[in-house]
């Protein structure tokens, strides 16, 4: 019985591998097998469903491509990154004993001119059109183009052929049964499944890019009485007038739907707004209001937009505190791919309120900035803690890192705010000094803040909530013309870039007359396009040191073993065994250091490894400083880098080094098993196996390989791949660990018998790669047929033996010998019944060919006559050595033979592993036999 299985296909998936479909082969199975088979093939058809439903899921199909023996999907994940899912065949199975190669699989496609089904069965390299017409070939866009996605893909049985159906219309095309076919869509792939009866059993869509928003949902920050709100932040001089002194804008975050839409098809179009007596309602396609405008560049992405809206007038847009009524935006968006009467898309309506922000209730500090922190961006400095009472903020006291209020608060401050070195921080380097610095740039250690009163009175930076549209101007104007402070600084206004003057007294010297004293700075804050109405000003104490503070340096250490889950480790100090090491050497208790200095992880410490801030920075003596190491950290020695940076610009900035030593004690090895290895252990032995009814050249690599045993409950999840490293064409990995070659191709055939094919064992830890210390080794693929043995010859040819005919023979059969790897008798011709051998089962399995159950040779072939020393002689006129059946014969028709001479033959028994075709072991299918031809004397 002729069944085709799913599992022949070896749906083998390689992620960062390949996808294009061959058509399943089919085998003559055992009736015993059926049943095997038939439950493989369900298990597959729902391992393979399972698993492109999942990707598919999250994901979208970038492309798909033919391979040998199959197809490659490139999918392409939501942050535009992309990775590949291969469906391949397994080795070319034959049809029969026949050993054919099974026909290519069907691919389906809409010409884009015609728009009639195209066919391919040579993997898409040629098409041929059928009558069919395609679905939604009218459609006039982009966005309702996915009709294609219900195209009835069917395996119908005609007059004892299978053809593949369209719509129930046949195609003409021939089918191969338990196939799996890709058929182009609008807006991605039909995946068909079809069993071995050719019936549809499954079905997948794998989407493509999608095309168009359907819908949006908003993702709130904020809510009120558990309805979303929108603030749209403004500063005003004050609440009773709002005079705008900078308008703010909202950034508001929406998800997309469908999953996947590409992100060049659509665009932000507005907001839309509309009055409701406190009411959630769905929007419409109407036209965006003009009484908001972009607030910046929208940020796409597969999955959500964030948009920057502000209002262009706020006290025009948003209703009165006495009205009744809620003012309620709605984000449009355009789809440019889909017709002009189907490009708009809004969300639904939520609640927009304006933040008002009075000048008071602002203020320029001192700031920490991390740009990779999932929160705020920019904080207040540790040890910055500016004065709010409610409704505004005050000064915060001579002993406050809070920036002063006025210049004589500034002069009172018992602290400068920064220090500048008198050589280091010169505007020039006079003498070649390698600690020479150049000053400081106080745009980069200011920003603008604000207390919310709306939300606690909480203080947070301008730039992380819609208020980043302003500017810091810097001047020394409240100094006279002639005040010798002017002499000691120099000031750029635009950036606030601060050095110490070269001495005015004599241009080659350092300025040392600046040192211990000290400078006021005025900073204003301006919104962006005025330069005349300031938000805010403050007043900066700048101090001039001779000695700089020398960075002092703490270092501490952490063991970790590789397990299944990331992992929070304390850091170990070296001396002490706490943070004191830094309090000794800034000479500060716990509490004083840490409400000055905040902790800033180095850039560039390596990936999977980082500070956990809140404890670097928590003020409690003696607790744990710890480090998030996630379970992708490989095993090795990492180096990790930070600083505690000071308030007080006189303070040592403290440098931190930690040693991170990564073991994987818990994580299996690998180690050869030697009975499948040649005695020296330096190639695998493969001779092959039994596979669904055939002898096939291939193994399971597990079987080469002993996994070493972990019995920790929280080991790290380890795996190993296999992948075929040279030669490529001929050999792939099946089902994860099956080496096959395909004795179909010639590439394959030379490689029997014939040298190694390097493969390659990759090892994943946690899902990262992890090398093995052997990351390739070779196998050889030994041929399970030996070399034909020649066996002594029975009897010799004799001139004119038989006088009749003058001729004289000899039986072939009697003269060669066939066995296999483990030396069982496959072939062995003795003249007599009780001893002759031939194993039909194993010729079949091998696809033996040349003998028969008959013990008949086929292939023999007279070569030439020789001489004693086995130069070539002709023969003499009259006589010739031919074959007849299975008898080799010797006929003389002219005159005696005077001399003896040696008659030549060569036999030919192949095996569908050696087919004779390849140089280097052609002469073990092909072998000479030599008998002597005596006179008749």
């Not at 635009?494 to 211990?516: C, D, P």
């Not at 003058?806 to 072939?827: E, G, Q, Y």
Request: glycine fraction near 8%; charge should be neutral.
């Amino acid at each position: 019985m002729k069944i085709t299985t799913l599992s022949k296909l070896a749906l083998v998936i390689a992620i960062s591998s390949s996808v294009m479909l061959e058509g399943c082969k089919k085998y003559d199975d055992d009736i015993t097998r059926l049943q095997q088979g038939i439950d493989q093939n369900k298990s597959d058809i729902a391992s393979l469903k399972s698993q492109l439903t999942s990707l598919g899921s999250t994901n979208v199909v970038e492309s798909v491509t033919s391979i040998a023996g199959g197809f490659k999907i490139t999918f392409k994940k939501a942050d535009g990154t992309t990775f590949t899912y291969d469906i391949v065949n397994g080795a070319k199975g034959a049809d029969g004993a026949a050993g054919k190669d099974g026909a290519p699989g069907t691919m389906w496609k809409i010409d884009p001119t015609t728009f009639m089904w195209q066919s391919s069965n040579d993997g898409g390299k040629t098409w041929t059109n059928t009558t069919i017409k395609a679905q939604g070939t009218n459609g006039t866009n982009g966005t309702n183009g996915t009709d294609g996605k219900d195209a009835k893909l069917e395996i119908k049985s005609v007059g004892g052929k299978y053809f593949w159906f369209i719509n129930d219309v046949n195609t003409n095309v021939a089918a191969s049964t338990g196939d799996v076919t890709f058929v182009k869509t609008a807006g991605g792939y039909n995946v068909a499944i079809t069993d071995s009866t050719g019936a549809v059993v499954d079905n997948v869509f794998l989407a493509t890019e999608a095309i168009a928003v359907s819908s949006m949902s908003l993702v709130p920050e904020f809510t009120n009485s558990n309805s979303a709100v929108v603030f749209f932040p403004r500063i005003v001089d004050n609440n009773g007038l709002r005079n705008t002194v900078l308008q703010g804008y909202a950034k508001i975050k929406y998800n997309l739907n469908p999953f996947g839409v590409a992100v060049a098809n659509y665009d932000a179009n507005g907001l839309l707004v509309s009055t409701a007596d406190k009411v959630q309602f769905r929007s419409s396609g109407e036209t965006p209001s003009s009484n908001f405008v972009s607030g910046g560049a929208s940020v796409k992405s597969f999955g959500d937009i964030v948009v920057k809206y502000k209002p262009t007038n706020a006290n025009s847009v948003f209703p009165h505190a006495g009205d009744n009524e809620d003012l309620m935006i709605a984000l449009q968006i355009k789809n440019n791919k889909a017709a002009s009467n189907q490009q708009y898309v809004a969300s639904e309506y939520e609640l927009a309120k304006e933040e008002i922000v009075e000048r008071d209730e602002t203020t320029i500090e001192k700031s920490n900035r991390n740009t990779s922190a999932t929160g705020d961006k920019v904080t207040l400095l540790n040890g910055v803690n500016p004065s709010f009472n409610g409704s505004s903020f005050t000064d915060a006291g001579a002993g406050s890192q809070s920036l002063a209020f006025t210049k004589a608060l500034a002069d009172a401050r018992s602290t400068s705010n920064f220090s500048l070195h008198f050589k280091n921080d010169a505007t020039t380097n006079l003498d070649n000094n390698t600690a020479y610095v150049g000053g400081m740039i106080l745009d980069e250690k200011l920003n603008g803040f604000y207390a919310r009163t709306q939300i606690g009175n909480k203080v947070v930076s301008m730039d992380d909530h819609g208020l980043d549209d302003y500017n810091l101007r810097y001047d020394l104007d409240h100094y006279a013309p002639t005040a010798q402070e002017r002499d000691w600084i120099t000031l750029d206004p635009v950036t606030g870039k601060i050095s110490v003057k070269i001495s005015t007294n004599n241009g080659n010297v350092y300025n040392s007359a600046a040192v211990n004293n000290f400078v006021v700075i005025r900073v204003r804050m301006f919104p962006a396009q005025s330069t005349t109405n300031a938000i805010a000003e403050r007043f900066i104490k700048v101090n001039f040191v001779q000695d700089a503070a020398v960075p002092v340096a703490v270092n501490g250490v952490v063991s970790h073993d590789v397990i299944a889950t990331g992992v929070v480790k304390a850091i170990s100090w070296s001396t002490p065994l706490t943070l004191d090491a830094a309090y000794n050497k800034t000479q500060k208790t716990a509490s004083d250091f840490h409400q000055v200095y905040t902790f800033t992880p180095s850039a560039g410490n390596p990936a999977g490894i980082t500070f956990d801030a809140a404890s670097m920075n928590n003020p409690v003596q003696g607790s744990p400083r710890n480090l998030n190491i996630a379970n992708t950290v490989m095993p090795g020695t990492y180096t990790m880098k930070g600083t505690y940076n000071s308030s007080i610009s006189s303070d040592p900035v403290v440098q931190v080094t930690v040693t991170v030593t990564v073991t994987g004690t818990k994580i299996t090895n690998i180690s050869k098993r030697a009975p499948f290895w040649d005695s020296g252990l330096n190639y695998g032995i493969i001779n092959g196996k039994l596979v669904g009814g055939t002898w096939k050249l291939q193994a399971d690599l597990w079987d080469y390989w002993i996994e070493s045993t972990v019995t920790a409950a929280d080991k790290p999840a380890t795996t190993y791949d296999f992948t075929i490293i040279d030669p490529l064409t001929g050999f792939t990995i099946a089902s994860g660990s099956e080496v096959v070659l395909n004795e179909a191709l010639l590439a394959a055939r030379n490689k029997v018998n014939n040298g190694n094919v390097t493969l390659r064992v990759t090892r994943r830890v946690n899902g990262v790669v992890y090398e093995v210390s052997q990351p390739t080794f070779p196998v050889r693929f030994i041929n399970p047929v030996k070399p034909i043995a020649t066996k002594t010859p029975y009897k010799e040819f004799k001139d004119k033996e038989v006088s009749g005919t003058n001729t004289s023979t000899v039986d072939a059969r009697r003269l060669i010998k066939l066995t296999d790897f483990n030396n069982v008798t496959l072939f062995d011709f003795n003249n007599n019944p009780a001893t002759n051998v031939f194993n039909a089962q194993l010729a079949g399995y091998y696809g033996l060919s040349g003998v028969n159950a008959a013990f008949d040779v086929s292939n023999i072939t007279f070569i030439q006559a020789e001489n004693a020393s086995g130069t070539v002689v002709p023969l003499q006129s009259g006589a010739r050595a031919v074959v007849n059946g299975n008898d080799l014969v010797w006929e003389n028709l002219g005159a005696n033979l005077q001399q003896p001479i040696y008659l030549v033959y060569e036999v030919k028994v192949t095996n569908k592993f050696n087919i004779g075709d390849v140089a280097p072991t052609k002469g073990e299918v092909i072998t000479r036999v030599k008998i002597k031809v005596n006179p008749n004397l």
